[in-house]
Nanobody
């Protein structure tokens, strides 16, 4: 059974930092793109960042410089370091594993709330 389990979300003050983790099990990930998406209340899910199997990264333009995506293939884990957080970053953050022709997998989501 394929599982993507996110962790690291929570409540943080504006300007603070959080590091999200997403661990995959039941499937190989080393040849696949992994990414983070987020969905705020009343809004569509949007791409935050993605990282290919070779480590190439792609970020939403509005997040460049504040968020950093990385991965550890040996641990089947993708990370999202979020710095200088703003209230508008409040959302549920979802991990994504792109399996190409075979589809994609999603984690259950982790809540990030930025508030004073």
């Amino acid at each position: 059974q394929v599982q993507l389990v996110e962790s690291g979300g929570g409540l943080v003050q504006p300007g603070g930092s959080l590091r999200l983790s997403c661990a995959a099990s039941g499937i190989g990930v080393s040849r696949n793109t992994m990414g983070w998406y987020r969905q705020a209340p009343g809004k569509q899910r949007e791409l935050v960042a993605a990282i290919t199997s070779r480590g190439s990264t792609n970020y939403a333009d509005s997040l460049k410089g504040r968020f950093t995506i990385s991965r550890d293939n040996a641990k089947k884990t993708v990370y999202l370091q979020m710095n200088s957080l703003k209230p508008e970053d409040t959302a549920v953050y979802y991990c994504n594993l792109d399996y190409g022709f075979f589809g994609e997998y999603w984690g259950q989501g982790t809540q990030v709330t930025v508030s004073s």
